[in-house]
């Protein structure tokens, strides 16, 4: 127990302490001075555990707070991750864009090159059916059509079909010309030949179908011919056999 006396003591040391003086020394083997010592120690303790300065010496440890730091430290990496995840998106975005690109530059150039062959081939294909194909001896696609009727209309009765004759077509043509121009149908009476003539239309296949339900016009289509011409002017034709 400490008496009156040394309550005072301590009491009044501890103000002097306070104030930047002393009057004991802590460090005595006296009683009142490790008493002195002891109070001093109580009042140094909490400071030194909030600096972490010889209180560790103590037992006492002073951590700063961790789990703010990594959580810290965790939003920057999770930031240059992402942040390298864009670029790395980025530059994979631009590589497929560019691979895209040559891609359709070649399909185009590949499609390109494919139409040209497929052209060369038409064009070789319509040469050939060109060359196989003699050309029209007609000039008037009417009478061109006129002539074809005409003959399947001979394979169907079992005859050979008529060939083209210039000659006879020319006297169809002048024959047709004739009749135009005096608009009135009429036998031209040329000696040597059969003849048959049409007025009213300008169709080939029309003018031939109405020489073949006619008695007279469809006997000399029938007849031991093997050349013939046809020639149309506007609305008349003309047919000329030998």
Known sequence: MI??????????????????LSFADPATDSQVGKE??????????????????????????????PVVKNEQQKE???????????????????????????DAVKTEQKDAKDDEVKKDDSAAKDDETKKEEPASPFKDPQAALAFQEFNNFRIRSGLKPCEFNQNLQNIAQWHSN????????????????????????????????????????????LGPYTRVGIARTGGFFTMVLQ
């Open 178 to 221: 004739n009749m135009y121009n005096s608009q009135r149908m009429y036998h031209s009476g040329m000696p040597g030949v059969a003849e048959n003539v049409f007025m009213g239309s300008s169709s080939g296949v029309y003018a031939v179908r109405v020489w073949i339900n006619s008695p007279g016009h469809r006997a000399n289509m």
């Open 76 to 102: 920057e990496k999770d930031a240059k991750d992402d942040a390298a995840t864009e670029q790395k998106d980025a530059k994979d975005a631009v590589k497929t864009e560019q691979k895209d690109a040559k």
């Open 36 to 65: 002195i010592q002891k109070v001093l120690q109580d009042q140094r303790d909490p400071l030194e555990i909030a600096r972490g300065g010889r209180a560790r010496r103590r037992g006492y440890v002073y951590q700063p707070a």
């Open 3 to 20: 008496n009156r006396s040394t309550f005072m003591i301590s009491a009044s040391a501890i103000l002097c302490v306070c104030c930047g």
